[in-house]
């Protein structure tokens, strides 16, 4: 993130959290905007077989999920890996310095909310594809999207990054099984 919006944070109350405290839970309301300070944040996403999914790690200087500005609730838990400290400013407050720099550098805020999905987005199929085993990257694929449309299997197969004939296996696999409805 462009460290131009540091300046928001002068003076923001600071809230300081020791390693493995919550910072916010999956489906809390977004009503403030977090600035790392020092310590480091992992952004998780527990999946149904106990699995965590690491959507993002936030370091000093890092907006924690900025694709949450746009957003009525996280779609994750917010977790200290080490003591870190955050600055926190309200939501609304971050939200309209963007849309005044928007508007003063002829930056769309749609541009930018945009930007951040799309970072969200790669974030949580980097980290899909960080595991290791094509049943666990289609658990977390289908847990987190549901079931892709009739035909776009293919799709669900570059996304998690696995050969076509691997997912099919995978499937043919669970259909055997009774494992779930494909």
Not at 75 to 83: K, L, Q, R, S
Not at 129 to 148: H, I, N, Q, S, W
Request: proline share 3%; with cysteine; hydrophobic share 40%.
């Amino acid at each position: 993130m462009s460290d131009h919006w540091l300046h928001c944070f002068e003076g923001a109350p600071q809230r300081t959290l020791e390693e493995g405290e919550t910072l916010f839970r999956r489906d809390d309301s977004v009503d403030w905007a977090f600035l790392v300070r020092e310590g480091r944040i992992s952004l998780r996403r527990a999946l149904r077989d106990g699995a965590l999914l690491t959507l993002h790690t936030t370091n000093a200087g890092d907006l924690v999920a900025e694709a949450s500005l746009f957003a009525e609730r996280y779609h994750c838990d917010a977790v200290t890996e080490i003591a870190t400290t955050v600055s926190m400013i309200p939501k609304a407050k971050l939200v309209a310095h963007l849309e005044n720099v928007a508007s003063s550098d002829r930056l769309s805020i749609k541009a930018f909310e945009r930007t951040a999905r799309e970072v969200q987005s790669l974030r949580t199929r980097i980290e899909i594809m960080r595991r290791r085993k094509v049943a666990d990257r289609l658990d977390a694929y289908l847990e987190l999207f549901g079931y892709p449309q009739e035909g776009e299997w293919v799709r669900v197969a570059d996304w998690i990054g696995v050969s076509p004939p691997a997912l099919y296996r995978e499937l043919a696999r669970r259909r055997l099984h009774g494992a779930n409805k494909t």
